[in-house]
């Protein structure tokens, strides 16, 4: 998916990735839209349309109790599927 969403893309010029800080005190849908827009500058294609996601991470340090959040787009997702009980 990822070939061809490049195949796709009609941002014919990227603009230069610039790194996202995160502000503790901006809520989380604030800066996942923040994220979500620097994804889609870069990245514009029916496949991101119709398959693209975001995955939120957070880290807190157990030290300083600090913390940082992130959104990483994805294209595909793996999940366990459940085998059927037999009874």
């Known amino acids: 998916l990822d070939m061809l969403g490049e195949d ?20 989380c849908q604030e800066i996942a839209n923040r994220f979500w827009r620097m994804y889609k500058s870069r ?3 029916v496949i991101q349309d119709v398959f693209a996601g975001q995955l939120k991470n ?9 913390s940082s959040r992130t959104f990483d787009p994805f294209l595909d997702l793996s999940l366990p599927i459940a085998q059927p009980k037999n009874g």
Do not use: A, F, G
């Not at 010029?13 to 996202?20: G, L, M």
């Not at 957070?58 to 600090?66: A, E, F, G, L």
């Open 8 to 27: 796709l893309n009609l941002v014919s010029t990227k603009p230069q990735y610039q790194e996202i800080k995160d502000d503790p005190k901006e809520k």
């Open 43 to 45: 990245n514009d294609s």
């Open 58 to 66: 957070s880290v807190i340090c157990s030290r300083c109790r600090s």
